[in-house]
T-cell receptor, first 118, second 113 residues
């Protein structure tokens, strides 16, 4: 149980284009999902917290107009990187919290999406 | 400031040994504690969660929590080369209604055959 999927697993795009990443909880309902970014050999950086049916809460320094987050259902959240530039190239990972799970506050991570902007 | 500190490593142990990973946290009211394993190029994988003082065992893994000392550790018994990864300590602070995690920078573990 507690499986989270992400799509696509990797994407290469040209500078200036937008990229949408999907995060799905496959066997549980996730009222809260989290989006992280990780640069090579660095720690996870939380970008935003996403609640189903409401606006996402962004961490300081993360541009909400550039990283659009939609959490339209209890099993799906999307992150859109708008007008991507080479500096946005990174490993984007989502996680989902199983609020109804056996252990509170456990977060399960998707496999990640590797974005390369040319 | 909600800080989570891990011994920086890297930590290198021989196969079959016990690997000990340590973590301290600054928010005394923190309520949930987790250990994640992250292989190079992959996303983190939850391996242990612990909520109350004492030890919690799961197979070769034992998590230890001491809230008075604000300390949580992970012991890996009979370490295997497949345990070589970065281990992340994560904490949910007091009052977190959404379950946001604060991560340490991770400890890189290498188990050599």
């Amino acid at each position: 149980g507690a499986v989270v999927s992400q799509h696509p697993s990797w994407v290469i795009c040209k500078s200036g284009t937008s990229v949408k990443i999907e995060c799905r909880s496959l066997d549980f309902q996730a009222t809260t999902m989290f989006w992280y970014r990780q640069f090579p050999k660095q720690s996870l950086m939380l970008m935003a917290t996403s609640n189903e049916g409401s606006k996402a809460t962004y961490e300081q320094g993360v541009e909400k107009d550039k990283f659009l987050i939609n959490h339209a259902s209890l099993t799906l959240s999307t992150l859109t990187v708008t007008s991507a530039h080479p500096e946005d190239s990174s490993f984007y990972i989502c996680s989902a919290r199983d609020a109804g799970g056996r252990e509170p506050n456990e977060q399960f991570f998707g496999p990640g999406t590797r974005l390369t902007v040319l | 400031q909600k800080e989570v500190e891990q011994n920086s490593g890297p930590l290198s142990v021989p196969e079959g040994a016990i690997a000990s990973l340590n973590c301290t946290y600054s928010d005394r009211g923190s309520q949930s504690f987790f250990w994640y394993r992250q292989y190079s190029g992959k996303s983190p994988e939850l391996i242990m969660s612990i909520y109350s003082n004492g030890d919690k065992e799961d197979g070769r893994f034992t998590a230890q929590l001491n809230k008075a000392s604000q300390y949580v550790s992970l012991l890996i018994r009979d370490s295997q080369p497949s345990d070589s990864a970065t281990y992340l300590c994560a904490v949910t602070p007091r009052g977190s209604t959404l379950g946001r995690l604060y991560f340490g920078r991770g400890t890189q573990l290498t188990v050599w055959p």
